[in-house]
């Protein structure tokens, strides 16, 4: 199953994997929005420019986002990005991992004792 691309196929300058990539590299950096997205693209362009070997080294703008995430599915791409990163998951389902801060200290006794 893939994303569909609904931008017009005139003047196309980015394949839609790579702004799907940013707006989601983005937003698990915690930034929400077509603008803040803009400035997390340009705060990491040179680093996105070359870990993403993008051509031409031009970085998707805050205008191409905004034209993707308007007629994003989003519950179509978190299933195809769950789908996707099944395959590298190395947790059995059995096991939890908790990611909050909050929920790792009730785990633990003295959590804030210095060792």
Not at 13 to 19: E, Q
Not at 22 to 48: A, D, N, P
Not at 79 to 84: A, E, G, L, P
Request: aromatic share 12%.
């Amino acid at each position: 199953m893939e994303i569909p691309d609904h931008r017009s196929p005139h003047g196309l300058r980015h394949p839609l994997w790579l702004v799907l990539l940013i707006i989601i590299m983005g937003m698990m950096s915690g930034y929400w929005g077509y603008r803040q997205l803009g400035r997390f693209v340009e705060r990491h362009r040179t680093q996105l420019i070359s870990r993403l070997k993008i051509p031409c080294a031009r970085v998707p703008s805050y205008s191409a986002i905004r034209r993707v995430m308007i007629n994003l599915d989003y519950e179509e791409l978190q299933f195809v990005f769950n789908k996707w990163s099944k395959q590298y998951s190395m947790i059995p389902s059995s096991e939890w991992i908790s990611l909050d801060g909050k929920s790792l200290k009730n785990t633990v006794t003295n959590y804030d004792r210095v060792a």
